[in-house]
């Protein structure tokens, strides 16, 4: 069965500070997709990175950057210098035949 | 730029009363999906269509039929709500379906939500 676990339900931290949500997903498949979705207060969902099973490099856009480690089948998110704009809530899924989201994290960044 | 457009945003049903949820999306896109989402629980797929006149079940189907008559429209019906259906819907869109199975390996575009309450 797949599955996606994100153990941190809620995280608040100071504008400034770094923060790392975690993703930690289960599947017997080799061939699979991840994805991360952030949840603005405003209600719509949107896209910020899709990463394939075999593409294990870490990526970095900005102050966001992803760790992939098939090794512990966990697909983390940090935010590097948080601002009050990434209060959200942010979603990890796992795509294959199946598609699963996490709970959700949700963040709040104080000024 | 309309992207994926969903409506009404907020439905107050009774218990037993049926609606449609609308969902149109103008990017020509072939993958169409209709999501709840419930707190601690995520996003769970309802149904999914891979392209016109193609439908399937997604993991929480029940209570809710599906038709795609056309690329661009998407209707999620109730045909007998139960305030178990309260949630917060969401539709999306992506460019290609999957090669098989329910997920799309494409990124989703989603539309603003319809928050739903049967009372």
């Known amino acids: 069965a797949q599955k996606v676990t994100q153990a941190q339900t809620e995280i608040s931290v100071v504008e400034k500070e770094d923060v790392t949500l975690d993703c930690v997903y289960e599947t017997r498949d080799t061939t699979y997709y991840l994805f991360w979705y952030k949840q603005p207060p405003s209600g719509e969902l949107v896209f910020l990175i899709r990463?394939?099973?075999?593409?294990?490099q870490n990526e970095i856009s900005g102050r966001y950057s992803w760790n992939f480690q098939k090794s512990t089948s966990s697909f983390n998110f940090t935010i590097t210098a948080s601002q009050v704009v990434d209060s959200a809530v942010y979603f990890c899924?796992?795509?294959?035949?199946?598609?699963?989201f996490g709970a959700g994290t949700r963040l709040t960044v104080k000024p | 730029n309309a992207g994926v457009t969903q409506t009404p945003k907020f439905q107050v049903l009774k218990t037993g009363q049926s609606m449609t949820l609308q969902c149109a999306q103008d990017?020509?896109?072939?993958?169409m999906s209709w999501y709840r989402q419930d707190p601690g629980m995520g996003l769970r797929l309802i149904h999914y269509?891979?392209?016109?006149?193609?439908?399937d079940q997604g993991e929480v189907p029940n209570g809710y039929n599906v038709s795609r008559s056309t690329t661009e429209d998407f209707p999620l019906r109730l045909l007998s709500a139960a305030p178990s259906q309260t949630s917060v819907y969401f539709c999306?869109?992506?460019?290609?379906?999957?090669?098989?199975?329910?997920?799309?390996?494409?990124?989703?575009?989603f539309g603003s939500g319809t928050q739903l309450s049967v009372l």
């Open positions: 999306a869109s992506s460019y290609s379906p999957p090669p098989q199975g329910r997920g799309t390996n494409e990124k989703l575009f």
């Open positions: 899924a796992l795509i294959n035949n199946d598609m699963r």
């Open positions: 990463r394939n099973s075999f593409d294990e």
């Open positions: 990017m020509n896109h072939e993958y």
């Open positions: 269509s891979v392209g016109a006149g193609i439908t």
